[in-house]
Nanobody
C-alpha cells in the first residue's frame, strides 16, 4: 500500500499564492512520476502538472508561467507552487504517485484531495 497525504490547500485572494505538498509513504520500490490533478464538480479530473524522477515536467497550458511543480526524491514529496491565482483555479486538487512496488508491479496511488478556493 502506498499512501499520499496532501496539505497546503485553503482560501486565498485572486492574485495570491499557495503551495501544495504531497508526501508518499508505504512499501514501494520507486515512484517514477508524481503529479497534481484537479477536478471541478461535474467535470473529469484533469492533469495540472507532473514531474518525473528525473525532474522532467509537464503542465497544462492554463497554468504555465503561474504554477511550478517540484519534488524531493529523498522525501518522496511533490510540491506545487501556485502563483497569480485566479478564481477559475478554485477546485479540489489531487496528488498522484505512479511507480513500482518492491515486487515489480506498477501502481497508481491518489491522495484524498485538498480544496483550493480563490476569492475575487
Amino acid at each position: 500500500q502506498v499512501q499520499l497525504v496532501e496539505s497546503g490547500g485553503g482560501l486565498v485572494q485572486a492574485g495570491g499564492s499557495l503551495r501544495l505538498s504531497c508526501a508518499a509513504s508505504g512499501s514501494f520500490f520507486r515512484i517514477n512520476v508524481m503529479g497534481w490533478y484537479r477536478q471541478a464538480p461535474g467535470k473529469q479530473r484533469e492533469l495540472v502538472a507532473q514531474i518525473t524522477s528525473g525532474d522532467t515536467t509537464n503542465y497544462v497550458d492554463s497554468v504555465k508561467g503561474r504554477f511550478t511543480i517540484s519534488r524531493d526524491n529523498a522525501k518522496n514529496t511533490v510540491y506545487l507552487q501556485k502563483n497569480s491565482l485566479k478564481t477559475e483555479d478554485t477546485t479540489v486538487y489531487y496528488c498522484l504517485g505512479r511507480g513500482t512496488y518492491i515486487n515489480g508491479l506498477p501502481f497508481d496511488s491518489w491522495g484524498q484531495g485538498t480544496q483550493v478556493t480563490v476569492a475575487s
